[in-house]
C-alpha cells in the first residue's frame, strides 16, 4: 500500500506486509500538498498523527519582529511533530510549511492509539522517536543559547565530529542552509569561516570541514 512506510523509524522491524496490515481496520486519509503551502500554524492543535510520503517540510520559529528561525527540515518517511501528539499542550511549537510538493498519511488520534495497541512494536518505535525529539530539542536549545557565530560553528563541528574520520567531517548541507540553521547571514558566516580557516582552526571545503584544532574548538565553547 504505502512501499515507503516500512522504512519508516516507526516501522521499523516490520515487513511491507504487516505494515499494510496493520492499517486495514483504520481509517485514514492521504493529504497531497504544494511547495510553499503552509500545513500548520505555530499553537495549532495537534490532533492527528502524519507521516510524510513524499517531498520535504520545514519546521520554523517566528518571533515578534516578523524574524524566522529554521528548527528542522523532514525528509520522509518520518513522522511529523511526533512529540506533541500528547500530552497536556499538544500543539505545534512552530509553523509547518512544505519545502516541495509532497504527500502526508493522516491518522486520527484515536485511530494511531489503536495502532499502538495493535502492535507493541510500533509502541517502542514511537518510544524512541519521541525520546530521540526529546534529545534533539535540548540539544537545540543549546545551541541556541550560543552567541557568536564562532561559537555555533564550533557546536555544530563538535557534534558532527563522531561522523567524521581522522578530523574529517562530512558536510551534506551549503553554507547558505547553514546560515539559515544558525539564524545568521550567509556573509556573515562566509567571515566567521575565513577567519577560522586563517587561525589554523578548519579547513572548510564543498563536502567536508578538516579539523586542525580541537583544543581551539573546545576553547571556543568554553570546555
Sequence with gaps: MFQNLVNSPL?????????DGLFLPLKYQVKHFRSGEMLAQAGEEVDKAMLLLEGRLQGEMVDFAGNSLKIEEMDPPQMVAAAFLFGPASTFPVFLSAKSD??????????FTTMLCLEPRVMVNYLNIVSGKAQFLTGKITFLSLKTIREKVAYYLM????????GVVSMDV??????????VTRPSLTRTILDMEKQGILAWSRDSVTILSYNTLNEILGR
Design 102 to 111: 509532497g504527500k502526508i498519511l493522516i491518522l486520527p488520534k484515536k485511530e
Design 159 to 166: 557534534q558532527r565530529m563522531r561522523n567524521g574520520e581522522n
Design 11 to 19: 516501522f521499523k522491524g516490520l515487513s511491507a506486509e504487516e505494515v
Design 174 to 183: 551549503t553554507q547558505t542552509s547553514l546560515a539559515d540553521l544558525f539564524g
